[in-house]
């Protein structure tokens, strides 16, 4: 099956992927990439940093339209594109950290049909416990993509 159309039957496959970046005030995000899903309008992307400091694991999640245009896009209220979801689990708490409004950019170079996708992104976020503007500036790079419902 192509690597651009949803399976409903099948439950699992093999990703290649990362997601590297720097994270203001925490270091690198040195993350794979864990799953992609999709409900034939959205595609989402899952990304997972474990062992990122003592008893941390970092999570970066990405939504984005199947159909998007390989370009630069900013991220801005009502756009087609919204800042990933930065999470962290540190000594068993969660802490969900919300992006700042109207910063930031990402390009897409998504080829469905071949199942890749390269994305340097950067974007502000609000950490949850200082109320501290950080930066959070990378790429995911993806191979291996076979779209599944969720």
Request: neutral net charge.
């Amino acid at each position: 099956m192509p690597a651009g159309t949803a399976n409903p039957s099948k439950t699992t496959h093999t990703v290649f992927g990362s997601v590297n970046a720097i994270i203001q005030k925490y270091g690198l995000f040195e993350g794979t990439v864990t799953a992609f899903t999709t409900n034939n309008i959205l595609i989402g992307i899952n990304a997972s940093h474990i062992n990122a400091g003592p008893h941390a694991t970092h999570f970066l999640y990405l939504t984005f339209p199947i159909d998007i245009k390989n370009k630069r896009y900013e991220f801005v209220d009502g756009g087609p594109v919204q800042p990933p979801v930065f999470r962290q689990i540190k000594n068993g708490q969660h802490t969900l950290h919300e992006p700042k409004r109207n910063t930031g950019h990402i390009t897409f170079n998504f080829d469905r049909d071949n199942g890749t996708l390269s994305a340097p992104f950067n974007f502000s976020f609000i950490d949850s416990t200082t109320q501290e503007e950080l930066m959070f500036t990378g790429e995911i790079k993806a191979q291996g993509i076979q779209l599944q419902l969720r």
